[in-house]
């Protein structure tokens, strides 16, 4: 009888041990997993801010653009190439401006974990 009993101790024993394996498996992940994610967050802001900044030099190039009218020669040609240049710019700049807004998930809670 107290053989059995301690045969059945041991099992229980060893099933603990092994879900203590399991859980300090799990939190192991938890961890990189965290940390994983904390990285890509850090480097959607710091891709962010490079975009912010790329619209904001390419509406910078816009305005000097269309300073150039006024200083340039009253040739058709020379402000029609100015013109389009301008209109280039504001297109690509509407464009990037559009694929960030599309591409950017609003941040919201982060949920916690246990």
């Known amino acids: 009888m107290w ?3 301690a045969e ?3 099992r229980i024993e060893a099933k603990i041990d092994a879900l203590g394996l399991m859980i300090k498996s799990n939190l192991k992940q938890e961890n990189a997993m965290a940390i994983d ?8 802001g710091k891709n962010a801010d490079v975009v912010q900044s790329a619209v904001i030099l390419l ?3 816009k305005s000097q653009i269309e300073g150039l009218k006024g200083q340039v020669s009253s040739d058709p040609q020379s402000q029609a190439a100015i013109a389009a240049l301008s209109q280039s710019l504001e297109a690509q700049t ?4 559009d ?3 599309a591409n950017t998930v609003a941040a919201g809670p982060v949920a ?3």
């Not at 994610?37 to 959607?44: E, K, N, T, Y």
């Open 37 to 44: 994610l904390a990285q890509i967050q850090a480097d959607v």
């Open 112 to 114: 916690a974990t246990s």
């Open 59 to 61: 509406s910078g190039l």
């Open 99 to 101: 694929a960030v807004a």
């Open 94 to 97: 509407k464009a990037l401006a």
């Open 3 to 5: 053989c059995r009993s």
């Open 8 to 10: 059945r101790l041991a």
